[in-house]
């Protein structure tokens, strides 16, 4: 199976099914990249619960903060 992120033919894949649609990594790493969203604000990758305001994610209250959205907690 070839890592849909990087080409790479892996003989233990990742097999993810994500949003209804599988997916096929050879590590984590690829698997993040492809399906991790970034935050609005300051574009790192969210691996853990991140904040959403109006359809947008951030990676934290702060960021949210930046782009304006108020009211936000950290969610830690
Ligand atoms: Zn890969
Ligand atoms: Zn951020």
């Known amino acids: 199976m070839e890592c849909e992120v990087c080409g790479n033919d892996?003989?233990?894949p990742l097999l993810i099914e994500y949003q209804g649609q599988e997916?096929?990594?050879d590590c984590f790493?690829?698997?993040i990249t492809?399906?991790?969203?970034k935050c609005a604000n300051?574009?790192?990758?969210?691996?853990?619960h991140g904040d959403e305001a109006q359809g947008q994610i951030f990676c934290s209250?702060?960021?949210?903060?930046v782009a304006g959205f108020s009211?936000?907690?950290?969610r830690i």
Do not use: N
């Not at 492809?34 to 969203?37: E, N, S, T, W």
């Open 71 to 74: 009211g936000l907690r950290d």
């Open 10 to 12: 892996y003989d233990k």
């Open 34 to 37: 492809a399906l991790a969203p």
């Open 29 to 31: 790493e690829c698997a």
């Open 61 to 65: 209250a702060h960021c949210a903060g």
């Open 42 to 48: 300051c574009g790192t990758r969210i691996l853990g």
């Open 23 to 25: 997916h096929t990594f």
